[in-house]
């Protein structure tokens, strides 16, 4: 059965960094999609940042670009979310998520595979 476990997380304050890490396990595609998701309370889940196989596709949010940087370890089955310059707007539970298609889409019903999430609180 396909797992995917998210790591990372935590709280900093404004202008701080962290980084999450998703794991994927039991996970047959050789192509696919993996990325970060997030939601905060009482707002629709967006897309943050995604990553095909290959690095064809690649996705941002436009409220992270220079901000965020998403890498992979295909190897691994791995994806990475380096975030730094962090807002308290940043604030959300942040979810994996995997489709198995190299090509990225910023929707989140088009996602097959979802992590339990980790939260990011950023602290003014």
């Known amino acids: 059965q396909v797992q995917l476990v998210e790591s990372g997380g935590g709280s900093v304050q404004a202008g701080g960094s962290l980084s999450l890490s998703c794991a994927a396990s039991e996970f047959p595609y050789s192509a696919y999609c993996m990325g970060w998701f997030r939601q905060a309370p009482g707002k629709e889940r967006e897309a943050v940042a995604l990553?095909?196989?290959?690095?064809?596709?690649?996705y941002y949010h436009d409220s992270v670009k220079g901000r965020f940087t998403i890498s992979q370890d295909n190897t691994k089955k791995m994806r990475y979310l380096q975030m730094n310059i962090l807002k308290p707007e940043d604030t959300a539970m942040y979810y994996c998520?995997?489709?198995?298609?190299?090509?990225?889409?910023?929707?989140?019903?088009?996602?097959?595979?979802w992590g339990k999430g980790t939260l990011v609180t950023i602290s003014s």
């Open positions: 990553l095909g196989t290959g690095g064809k596709s690649t």
């Open positions: 998520a995997a489709r198995p298609t190299w090509l990225c889409d910023a929707r989140p019903s088009v996602y097959n595979y």
